[in-house]
């Protein structure tokens, strides 16, 4: 059985590696940088323990490995908002939170999206919080519904 300060370090870790995997694939996008050594800079950066670095990275590489249909899916979820339009900050939240709603199997969906509006309000704009909510939310209720 997981002990309540154990379950905060893994919530901490994971919130940590989301951050660290938005601001790598922030990096990659703006500078076609190598996605492991931004990775490492990175985790560097924010002193980062082994689980938070393992977990960043397993988020850098499926988002990297299923871009195509992320980007698609938030192409549909905002076509209002061209992906090349979309602030970088956001765009990088947005394909880590999307991954995690189709392709990961971990984190229930309000987690991931509740985790993903923190980290767009924390990192990004005055409204990529209100921005983020409403892309992630329609791709709950039309996208994952399918």
């Not at 924390?122 to 892309?135: A, D, H, I, L, M």
């Amino acid at each position: 059985m997981t002990k309540v300060g154990e379950m905060s370090n893994v919530s901490n870790a994971r919130h940590l590696a989301r951050v660290m995997a938005m601001q790598a694939l922030y990096e990659v996008d703006a500078v076609d940088g190598d996605p492991a050594a931004v990775l490492d800079a990175v985790a560097a950066e924010h002193q980062a323990r082994a689980r938070a670095r393992a977990l960043a990275s397993d988020l850098v590489q499926g988002v990297l490995q299923h871009l195509e249909a992320i980007d698609a899916v938030i192409g549909e979820a905002a076509p209002q908002w061209p992906l090349a339009q979309v602030a970088g900050v956001d765009k990088a939240v947005l394909r880590v939170a999307v991954f995690e709603l189709l392709f990961g199997q971990r984190v229930p969906p309000k987690v991931a999206i509740n985790e993903a509006i923190d980290v767009a309000k924390t990192y990004g704009g005055e409204g990529s919080g209100r921005f983020v909510n409403g892309v992630l939310g329609h791709v709950l209720a039309t996208v994952m519904a399918r």
